[in-house]
């Protein structure tokens, strides 16, 4: 049986009850390697399916996930759900979206055929982690992998809807401790693709052992003000990490920061900032959203102007406005919002422009989800790195703090360069921007 009849026969017994109601269906294949000590040490291919059903029913909605299709575990799922929604508070604004559409996402483009052979593939794990364990000063590598996963994301719903879209990523990742008598670091690096031949194996063991070795010997900067620019990866743990400042969710419930800011200038001039869910060399690709609304290029912020926050089909309702497709729901999870592929537009500032006097570039903050405030924008994490004076390394830091605020931040901005970068997971794109003056705990 399909996943489709499956859908259309429980959300048959769902009209039958009286509800509207959406399935969320999430299935996923993946093989993952780890070595140790120059052999194979993790084998593992797992196979996961999982249904997320939502009602509503008397303007109630409950939820209710099931892993397996059987005909019993349907009926309890359902039943679950309707039980959840007659217990729940009256939310009319919730409402099962009106899309009637059937969308494939091009399979050629998201899941391509690879053929790499399993042998070829441990080899790759095998040669990752005894060469770089093989490199001077580096003590062992005890994370490591190789990984290849296959997951498709389905959306139906008595409303008309039947969306799918399957995808395929590669990734290999190495995080080697690097030592130097009792002098210890250790730093990640990650390659992502879509196929097996995306994935550099030197360049990969080059990044790791650069990365955690340059760090030996490494000590803080005096206590101070500082210009800083954060590396791809960190850039974009920032803004996800505050992504919360998009929310409609958020502004609903009346904590979002910039509720009443649209169409106000919120942050510098120079920075014009979109989601596009569509760029197919990103791996957060999205062809719909959780409600199987069709996604499309979102601007956010334009020349520093907030243009628009994201929405479902709920929060829209509430704000009169339409979803801009950006419904976030797990299978286990009640309807919220979410970004897809954040991008920070080119600003016009040079190389030379980011690189002028001295700087900072933070590669790594410690606790940045324990540490941030994202109602307020305050944020303190422990940060390594190194610090430049006009394009040059003067020496590798770590042992700091660096503390701010990201939307006072976001207006206080020294250059917003002209060329874009993909943090290692292709889940973002940005422009590097160079903040002013941020607060540095050191020696």
């Known amino acids: 049986m399909t996943q489709q009849s499956?859908?259309?026969?429980?959300?048959?017994?769902?009209?039958?009850?009286?509800?509207?109601?959406?399935?969320?269906?999430?299935?996923?294949?993946?093989?993952?390697?780890?070595?140790?000590?120059?052999?194979?040490?993790?084998?593992?291919?797992?196979?996961?399916?999982?249904?997320?059903?939502?009602?509503?029913?008397?303007?109630?909605?409950?939820?209710?996930?099931?892993?397996a299709t059987d005909e019993d575990a349907l009926r309890f799922m359902l039943d679950q759900a309707l039980m959840n929604a007659r217990y729940s508070e009256a939310r009319p604004e919730e409402q099962i979206a009106p899309v009637s559409?059937?969308?494939?996402?091009?399979p050629e483009d998201l899941n391509p055929e690879d053929e790499t052979e399993?042998?070829?593939?441990?080899?790759?794990?095998?040669?990752?982690?005894?060469?770089?364990?093989?490199?001077?000063?580096?003590?062992?590598?005890?994370?490591?992998?190789?990984?290849?996963?296959?997951?498709?994301?389905?959306?139906?719903?008595?409303?008309?809807?039947?969306?799918?879209?399957?995808?395929?990523m590669q990734y290999a990742y190495a995080m080697p401790l690097a030592a130097d008598g009792d002098d210890t670091a250790m730093q990640a690096a990650m390659q992502a693709g879509r196929h097996f031949g995306d994935l550099d194996l030197d360049a990969l063991i080059d990044l790791a052992y650069r990365r955690s070795t340059e760090l030996l010997g490494a000590g803080p900067v005096a206590t101070g003000h500082?210009?800083?620019?954060?590396?791809?990866?960190?850039?974009?743990?920032?803004?996800?990490?505050?992504?919360?400042?998009?929310?409609?969710?958020?502004?609903?419930?009346?904590?979002?920061?910039?509720?009443?800011?649209?169409?106000?200038?919120?942050?510098?001039?120079?920075?014009?900032?979109?989601?596009?869910?569509?760029?197919?060399?990103?791996?957060?690709?999205?062809?719909?959203?959780?409600?199987?609304?069709?996604?499309?290029?979102?601007?956010?912020?334009?020349?520093?102007?907030?243009?628009?926050l994201i929405h479902n089909t709920a929060t829209g309702r509430h704000f009169g406005v339409s979803s801009t497709g950006h419904a976030a729901r797990t299978a286990k999870t009640s309807l919220n919002v979410g970004l897809h592929q954040l991008f920070v537009l080119p600003g016009p500032d040079s190389e030379a422009d980011l690189?002028?006097?001295?700087?900072?570039?933070?590669?790594?903050l410690d606790g940045l989800h324990s540490g941030i405030n994202p109602v307020s924008g305050e944020f303190s994490c422990g940060a390594s790195g190194a610090l430049y004076?006009?394009?040059?390394?003067?020496?590798?830091?770590?042992?700091?703090?660096?503390?701010?605020?990201?939307?006072?931040?976001?207006?206080?901005?020294?250059?917003?360069?002209?060329s874009v970068r993909w943090d290692d997971q292709k889940q973002s794109c940005m422009a590097p921007i160079r903040f002013m003056e941020l607060a540095v705990s050191g020696a």
């Open 6 to 67: 499956v859908a259309e026969r429980l959300l048959n017994w769902a009209k039958d009850a009286g509800a509207e109601a959406d399935l969320i269906v999430n299935e996923s294949r993946s093989l993952s390697l780890k070595a140790l000590n120059g052999a194979l040490e993790e084998h593992n291919a797992n196979s996961a399916l999982t249904l997320g059903l939502r009602v509503v029913h008397e303007n109630r909605v409950g939820t209710a996930y099931s892993e």
């Open 101 to 106: 559409a059937l969308e494939k996402a091009p």
């Open 226 to 308: 500082y210009d800083v620019l954060f590396d791809a990866n960190v850039q974009a743990q920032l803004f996800q990490a505050f992504s919360q400042m998009w929310s409609g969710k958020w502004a609903q419930d009346g904590i979002n920061p910039f509720r009443d800011r649209l169409g106000k200038t919120v942050f510098d001039d120079r920075l014009t900032i979109v989601d596009r869910p569509r760029v197919t060399d990103g791996l957060a690709y999205a062809a719909f959203d959780a409600e199987g609304v069709p996604t499309q290029e979102t601007q956010l912020v334009k020349q520093g102007c907030l243009t628009t």
């Open 389 to 418: 004076r006009d394009g040059e390394r003067v020496q590798m830091v770590r042992g700091i703090t660096v503390a701010g605020n990201l939307y006072k931040m976001l207006n206080q901005v020294r250059a917003v360069g002209d």
């Open 118 to 168: 399993i042998e070829t593939r441990i080899q790759f794990a095998i040669e990752l982690e005894s060469r770089l364990a093989g490199k001077e000063r580096i003590r062992n590598v005890p994370y490591n992998g190789v990984s290849d996963v296959i997951r498709s994301r389905e959306v139906y719903s008595t409303q008309g809807a039947a969306v799918m879209q399957s995808e395929r």
């Open 355 to 364: 690189s002028a006097d001295t700087y900072l570039v933070i590669s790594k």
